[in-house]
């Protein structure tokens, strides 16, 4: 199970579709909600941006109208009877006013942006006078959108380094900003402070990859204008999934996601923001208290997406200020850091307890030559060391003298057949070959028409940081609520009850450990009469051999696949889309299918990083 699988992600084809879709009048309305009007102050010398919202909306559906706002209606509110916690000018304005000059006497280098809602324009030249960098908006604000996405749009600022705040949060500006230096110290794109907390009372997902008011991104990592663009038009059309697959409890609501509504910012950062960013990496933040199966999920997803992803807990109660802070300023500065892989070329670092190198094998299983040998040259650029490579052909003399599998066609050979349990005995002929050199710590499982989407050192650290096998495993419990003549097949295996069946998928990576466990326990005889028992012989071994597969290995997808549309079979591909790159490099996969001799695959540079994970 994935992060993807669980939470909806707004996708590429979304974005197009707004472009090839949207009217006139649509686009002028999204730049008068977006749209900067001017901008007071400027300070473009600053690299370290700590970005803003500044409006006077109610927020919710349903709230009434507020009058047109003045300083005097700002400074009595509660007494009007028009705000109920507090007056909006003691807690949103007067900080900037008197804490901005201390800020940017202390880090003169920072510039406080205040994206400024256009019938507060009263305030534009104090606001500058206290130092704030003013962009004035062309908008007022309907309710909390599209106010409290304005501080999203330094995304794009290539150079920059922003921070999301909010105006009551400034006195803890120093945490946030020692945070932002390190993320980039780091070479990832964001950091950040999920809430974990997985539902509300009324069974609503709360749980957040990003705490709206703080985190902090590299400037010029999203396109976030478009997205903004995109992602509220189809939010306006109710064309924006908000439905999350809870596991074991089915689709359930995302708590706040209605434009123009409180949480429509963080609704965009969950669905439009957060699978984009994770592919650049990520320093997560998280309380000591956290308890959630989500976090779990999350994690486990920016950590594929980028393996320089790194996670940092901090005592419960040091975020947003408390004087445990410090604590957490130490250890991020004095920390060592995690294998950070500074040269692809050279992936030689070693986690602190581990003992030798990881090493992977790549099991070729296929009809005959790879398909694009010119890449995989090219991904393993020679690297014998970290990498070996073992084929076994199904007409091994179509493998050309010069191709990078010849040497590695293995000299037990079985007649393969599609669909029968002669894939199960040549995958187990591979992993015999492969086991037989010592140094293999992982085997992964590919085919004739599999790709490379993320660097061989992206791999390599990734299974240096989480050994265990990668197998996409689903119970025949699940199985049999949505493919009932699936389920069906597994009745046909002799001596394992079905309800210790599990489905898989054929390409996967094994841990040597587990490798070891299936060539020492070979049941293909039990699965004789079992129809694509490829899909289900590994994870159904594991779980009978008391290996619980849910359990004992990362469930998760190695081979993308495009099975978007309603076919038994993934796509082929002749050209690589974008789009379709973008949605191997979101994916979190480490490979990909389905690739035909003479696809044009190779101008998005996945396997180098290019597309992918930076």
């Keep these: 199970m994935s992060w993807t699988e669980v939470f909806p992600v707004f996708t590429e084809e979304q974005v197009d579709e707004f472009d090839a879709e949207a009217t006139l009048p649509e686009r002028q309305e999204l730049e008068e909600w977006y749209g900067v009007a001017r901008v007071i102050n400027p300070r473009p010398e600053c690299r370290e941006i700590v970005s803003v919202s500044l409006f006077w909306k109610n927020v919710r559906d349903g709230d009434p109208d507020l009058p047109e706002p003045t300083r005097e209606l700002m400074k009595h ?360 050199d010592s140094d293999c710590t992982h085997f992964a499982l590919l085919s004739e028409s599999c790709i490379p989407v993320r660097p061989l050192a992206h791999v390599l650290r990734a299974l240096t940081l989480d050994p265990r096998s990668r197998i996409r495993v689903t119970p025949w419990e699940e199985v049999r609520k949505r493919d009932l003549l699936k389920a069906q097949r597994v009745e046909k295996i002799r001596g394992i009850r079905k309800e210790v069946a599990h489905f898989q998928d054929q390409w996967m990576i094994l841990s040597r450990e587990d490798a070891e466990f299936f060539v020492a326990n070979d049941r293909t005889e039990a699965f004789e009469e079992v129809f694509a028992p490829d899909e289900s012989y590994f994870a159904t071994v594991l779980a009978a051999g008391g290996r619980s597969p849910l359990v004992h290995c990362a469930n998760r997808s190695v081979t993308w696949a495009d099975w978007e549309r309603e076919s038994r079979h993934p796509k082929g591909f002749l050209e690589v889309s974008a789009r379709d790159a973008a949605r191997m490099a979101e994916s979190g996969c480490f490979f990909a299918r389905k690739f035909p001799k003479g696809s044009d695959i190779g101008k998005y540079g996945l396997h180098r990083g290019v597309a992918g994970a930076r």
């Excluded at 996405?149 to 500006?173: A, C, I, Q, S, Y």
Aim: proline letters at 7%; hydrophobic letters at 40%.
């Design 77 to 436: 509110a509660v007494e009007l009877g028009l705000a109920k916690r507090f007056n909006p000018w003691d807690h949103y304005v007067e900080p900037l006013l008197t804490r901005v000059p201390l800020v940017l006497e202390k880090f003169p280098e920072v510039s406080v942006r205040v994206y400024l809602a256009s019938d507060l324009e009263f305030l534009a030249d104090e606001l500058a006078g206290a130092g704030c960098e003013v962009y004035l908006m062309k908008s007022p604000s309907i309710r909390f959108a599209p106010g409290g996405l304005w501080r999203f749009l330094p995304f794009e600022e290539e150079g920059k380094l922003v921070m999301v705040t909010d105006v009551d949060r400034l006195n803890e500006l120093e945490g946030d900003l020692i945070r932002t230096r390190t993320m980039e110290q780091a070479g990832v794109d964001a950091w950040r402070v999920p809430v974990p907390t997985d539902m509300t009372g009324d069974h609503r997902v709360c749980y957040l990859p990003f705490m709206g008011c703080q985190f902090g991104v590299r400037g010029g990592c999203l396109p976030v204008r478009k997205l903004l663009d995109a992602f509220t038009w189809h939010a306006r059309r109710g064309t924006v999934e908000h439905m999350v697959m809870m596991p074991s409890c089915g689709p359930l609501p995302i708590q706040a996601h209605t434009w123009p509504s409180y949480g429509f910012d963080e609704f965009f950062m969950t669905v439009a923001a957060y699978p984009r960013l994770a592919q650049g990496g990520m320093l997560t933040f998280v309380p000591t208290t956290a308890r959630s199966q989500l976090l779990a999920l999350d994690v486990e997803y920016v950590t594929w997406g980028n393996p320089r992803s790194e996670l940092v807990y901090f005592a419960a109660g040091s975020c947003c200020g408390s004087p445990l802070w410090e604590d957490v300023k130490t250890e991020i500065v004095e920390m060592p850091p995690l294998n950070v892989v500074e040269d692809e070329k050279d992936e030689t670092s070693r986690g602190p307890s581990e003992a030798l190198p990881t090493v992977l094998g790549l099991l070729f299983l296929t009809r005959g030559d790879s398909n694009h040998p010119k890449i995989w040259r090219e991904w393993i650029n020679g690297d014998v060391s970290r990498c070996r490579v073992s084929a076994h052909p199904k007409e091994p003399e179509t493998i050309s003298d010069d191709s990078f599998l010849k040497e590695g066609v293995i000299d037990e050979q079985v007649a393969t057949g599609w669909g029968s349990v002669s894939l199960i005995r040549a995958t187990l002929a591979l992993l015999r070959s492969g086991l037989a």
